[in-house]
């Protein structure tokens, strides 16, 4: 009996160490290409299990629907014409002849780029929160002399395996040096939806691989006795696309006089100087399967044209077309995003549950820029009074 006790004994401050939980920690997870609808195939237990528990509902993205002005406006609560991030692609006139690209590391790991809104992160830090970044896009770049904790190059071949277990061990670390707030992203079922299409079993392969990572990340969390404050998003859906319904550019105009910033669901057209007017007279007229305007004519509801890096004229595909310059330099059937931010199968993945989340609240489609507040809440940092997004448009998700 005193043998026991004495076991006891010995073993309780590491028990204790090891169940330490401080207060919770805030993780946001990004799943690149998580159409809000994949939740509804039954192939996810772990995310379904985490927003029958917590918040849930469809986002909308903002246009333009792709990978890295959405993950921008995420974290930073302003859409693209405003985080500065106005695609995956582009040019600057204050910095002529280079093409900011997702590709071309010389550029995006640019501050240039990145520097016309704030991330989640760099608030966290300068009020004193600890912050670490399991990969995501514009937080391998120093906003002024700030950058979070820990952060790492992004490396597209580092496993989802080894992204959450780096995750978790941040997690392991003693309170005074784990970070109180984390990002962790994952590229994978992008990648599928991209190659075989939203449809594919290739997606659903990918979506039930992720689900097991999150589910590995809440387990670990648990293990450790850390207790998470989740935010789970997409930064914009997929649609299924083919060669059959392909526009090229080149039947209307010849090719040396623009340069397509970006081509597929929309197409960014700046035109060469001097032949500004022929290149509109091609392009601003009616055409089946797309609408090209002057970015100063695009629908207020997008939000977008004002910024400089927007290019002159913008061509937005019908949903499911693809607009290339040229004939396809490899097949176009899989699938796409970059439409319409009005199309339903743009929409987003959003789960939040922890203790700052409402259970069981079912949001109606809201715009993602409002996740940033919602972000704040859970750290404890003020509203951006100057964001798009507002609290109040994700106040349901919010514990009372
Ligand atoms: P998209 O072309 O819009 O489908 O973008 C998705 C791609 O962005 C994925 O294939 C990722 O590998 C890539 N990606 C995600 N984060 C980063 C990053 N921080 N730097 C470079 N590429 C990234
Ligand atoms: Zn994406
Ligand atoms: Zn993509």
Do not use: C
């Given at each position: 009996m005193r043998l026991i006790l004495l076991i006891a004994a010995l073993l309780l401050p590491v028990g204790l160490a090891a169940k330490e939980s401080g207060r919770p920690v805030t993780v946001l997870v990004g799943i690149d290409?998580?159409?809000?609808?994949?939740?509804?195939?039954?192939?996810?237990p772990r995310l379904s299990k985490l927003a029958a528990e917590g918040a849930t509902g469809p986002m909308r993205p903002s246009f333009?629907?792709?990978t890295f002005p959405n993950h921008y406006a995420l974290v930073t609560g302003k859409r693209p014409d405003r985080n500065?991030?106005?695609?995956?692609s582009m040019i600057d006139p204050r910095r002529p002849g280079v093409m900011f690209s997702l590709g071309n590391a010389t550029q995006a790991l640019d501050p240039f780029w990145w520097g016309e809104a704030e991330p989640v992160w760099i608030t966290a830090e300068r009020a004193g929160i600890r912050t670490a970044t399991?990969?995501?896009?514009?937080?391998?770049?120093?906003?002024g002399s700030t950058r979070p904790s820990d952060w790492l190059r992004y490396?597209?071949?580092?496993g989802n395996v080894q992204r959450v277990n780096t995750l978790i061990d941040w997690l392991r670390?003693?309170?005074?040096?784990?970070?109180a707030f984390a990002t962790i992203y994952f590229d994978t079922v992008d990648t599928a939806g991209h190659r075989?299409?939203?449809?594919?079993a290739e997606v659903n392969a990918a979506l039930a691989e992720v689900d097991a990572r999150v589910g590995d990340l809440v387990d670990g969390a648990a293990k450790l006795g850390v207790t998470l404050n989740l935010v789970i998003v997409a930064d914009h859906g997929m649609r299924a696309t083919d060669d059959a319904r392909v526009i090229q550019l080149d039947t209307l105009i010849d090719?040396?006089?623009?340069?397509?910033v970006e081509t597929g669901p929309y197409a960014a057209i700046e035109p060469v100087t001097g032949t500004d007017d022929r290149v509109a007279k091609a392009l601003l007229v009616p055409h089946e399967h797309m609408n090209c305007t002057r970015k100063e004519d695009?629908?207020?509801?997008?939000?977008?044209?004002?910024?400089?890096?927007?290019?002159a004229i913008i061509c937005i595909a019908e949903a499911g077309w693809t607009i290339l310059s040229?004939?396809?330099?490899?097949?176009?059937?899989g699938g796409a995003h970059g439409y319409d931010?009005?199309?339903?199968?743009m929409r987003a993945l959003f789960i939040a549950r922890g203790p700052a989340f409402a259970k069981g609240a079912r949001l109606a489609v809201f715009d993602n820029v409002a996740v940033a507040a919602l972000l704040r809440a859970a750290l404890g940092l003020p509203e951006?009074?100057?964001?798009?997004?507002?609290?109040a448009d994700v106040q349901e998700a919010l514990r009372r």
């Open positions: 290409g998580f159409r809000a609808d994949y939740l509804d195939r039954g192939v996810t333009p629907t792709k500065g991030i106005t695609g995956n399991m990969f995501w896009p514009g937080s391998e770049v120093a906003y490396d597209q071949n580092v670390r003693p309170t005074v040096i784990r970070p075989f299409g939203p449809d594919s090719r040396p006089s623009y340069i397509a695009l629908p207020e509801r997008l939000h977008w044209g004002t910024n400089p890096r927007v290019a040229g004939p396809p330099m490899y097949p176009v059937k931010n009005a199309d339903s199968e951006d009074a100057d964001a798009d997004g507002k609290l």
